[in-house]
């Protein structure tokens, strides 16, 4: 199927730990973003890669350090988890750097104890 | 920098018709899109208005007024599984990227 995929769907871990989050789009898209949704279900936008470039990077922690190997994969790496840091995070892509469209992955949800 | 007011909550009765509005404060536009999303999934994408106008597909029709900085999901014939949020988001120039609303809860009652 084309589509959006994140792995894992839930991640369950301990503050201080380290972990990673994978995205995958077969859609073909150049565009690729990472979103917080926090418990008010507020979308905010943390980074987006065009053609493995980084092109927004807003103000996140620098525990998170995005990596996109190509086109196809953009990973999400946090250190040193927080409480702070649950929430819902969805990969999306987009057609058009402009972004108007975005198709989104099914979401990770990270709980932290 | 961007904002966007949309309504918290909606109810409304299976089989008629609501409206859920969107103003947004941008510099710079390229266009304002909409979005579902059920509780437990991720955000799907349903319409993308760039030019004035109202753009339909199938139950859904979305508005935009540049002019009044305004826009509007309309949905008609309302399903039970149309209960969900409905986000409406803003692509200012150069900024590459989408803010979005807070979303609308829409609860459809029988």
């Known amino acids: 199927d084309t589509a959006v995929s994140q792995t894992p769907k839930y991640l369950v871990t301990q503050m201080g730990n380290d972990k990673s989050i994978k995205c995958e789009q077969n859609l073909g898209h150049d565009t690729m973003y990472w979103y917080k949704q926090d418990s008010k279900k507020f979308l905010k936008i943390m980074f987006s890669y065009n053609n493995k470039e980084l092109i927004i990077n807003e103000t996140v922690p620098n525990r998170f350090s995005p990596k996109s190997p190509d086109k196809a994969h953009l990973n999400l790496h946090i250190n040193s988890l927080e409480l702070g840091d649950s929430a819902v995070y969805f990969c999306?892509?987009?057609?058009?750097?402009?972004?108007?469209?975005?198709?989104f992955g099914p979401g990770t949800r990270l709980t932290v104890l | 920098g961007q904002s966007l007011e949309q309504p918290s909550e909606v109810t409304a009765v299976e089989g008629a018709i609501v409206q859920i509005n969107c103003t947004y404060q941008t510099s710079g536009f390229y266009g304002l899109s909409w979005y579902q999303q059920h509780d437990g999934g991720a955000p799907t994408f349903l319409s993308y208005?760039?030019?004035?106008g109202l753009e339909e597909t199938g139950r859904f029709s979305s508005f935009l007024s540049r002019s009044d900085s305004y826009g509007y999901l309309l949905l008609q014939e309302l399903q039970m599984k149309d209960s969900a949020s409905y986000f409406c988001?803003?692509?200012?120039?150069?900024?590459?990227?989408?803010?979005f609303g807070k979303g609308t809860k829409l609860s459809v009652i029988p």
């Open positions: 208005n760039a030019l004035d």
């Open positions: 988001a803003v692509n200012g120039a150069g900024s590459y990227q989408l803010t």
């Open positions: 999306a892509s987009s057609p058009s750097i402009a972004g108007g469209v975005q198709f």
